[in-house]
Structure formats: structure tokens, C-alpha cells
């Protein structure tokens, strides 16, 4: 497989790259690499995205859970307690509106989190697809000249159906196709023949 790199994109040089003996290392190797990617990625956030992934991160925490509850006491104790004057009194209106807005501005930092990640994890499906691509090449390209190794041998295998199937590329495009046939047929929609 062909190793081309692009400009700004992290990858490992030197003898050791690729050069693993043993499975473990392998997977140890594969860490690394998806490591490597997750740091460039991180390296290239914005600073809003960075912001809003903090703020999401505090939100989802305990200690934020905890921040509240002592602050939501504190509020309706000291505006219901005899001997304080209320700055506001029950039905706690201007504790209703801080809510409100905060959580209005929550809401937004969280989605602007999400997008984040969404793109995050729309590369990794590429990068993810073009992997599979790139196997089934290798694959496709593999069986042909294992079978031209095999006629020079004497071996006959052109007679098996599966084995000329697997031969031929397979095409992204049809396979979608087959796919939303079949999501058609599943939920009973017109055109969903099953046919490929």
C-alpha cells in the first residue's frame, strides 16, 4: 500500500514504523498512529471550539451538579428565610430568568461541541473508508495474481464461481445502491425490489 503523505498530516519516519514482529506491537503501532491523528486534530481546534469543549466538559461534571444545588439552596434559603429581606421573593422570578439564559447559553456551547466532534468523527469515517477502499484493492489485486500463479502451476480455479466473483472491484456506488434497495424493502417503500 502506497504511504503517500500530505502536508500537515502527522506520520512516523524511520526503520521502526511498520516494522513490527509480533501482534502486540502491531496494535501497539496502530495506537500510536490514531494517537498521533487525535493530537493533530486537537492541535487544530479553534479557539471557540476549544472554549465550548471545556465548558461542555464542566458541564457534564459532578462538581457542576454540586456548584447548583448549593447555589439553588442558598438562593431560595436566603429569599424565604424570616429574617433575611428577599431580593426575590417566591415565585423566585429572577432566579427563573438566570436559569433560563444560562441555560439558553449552555445549550449553545454543547452544540458547538457536538459539531466539533461530529467533524471529528466524519474524517475518521473517511479515513475509515478509504482504508476499507484501499484493502479491497489490495485484495482484488491479490486473487487475480494468485490465480495467474495458479494456472502457471496447473491448478484450475477459473471454474468456481465465488473465486471469479471476488476477483472483480467491487464499486462503492453499487453497493449504496444495494444497500438503500434493501432499507426500501425493509420499510416497504416503493422501488424496493431487493434486485442488485
Known sequence: MST?????????????????????????????????LEQAAM????????????????????TFVWIHVALFAGWIGYNVAPWFTPFDPYPFTFLTLVVSLEAIFLSTFILISQNYDMRVSERRNQLDLQINLLAEQENTKTLQILERIARKVGAHVGDDPQVRALEEATRPDTLVQQIEEAYRQDSGEPGGSGKA
Open 43 to 62: 492541535a487544530r481546534r479553534t479557539g471557540a471550539d476549544r472554549v465550548a469543549a471545556a465548558i461542555a466538559r464542566f458541564c457534564g461534571s459532578i
Open 4 to 36: 503517500n503523505h500530505h502536508p500537515g498530516a502527522p506520520h512516523k519516519t524511520g526503520p521502526d514504523y511498520r516494522k513490527a514482529e509480533t501482534g502486540p506491537d502491531v496494535t501497539r503501532q496502530n495506537v500510536s498512529a490514531m494517537r498521533e
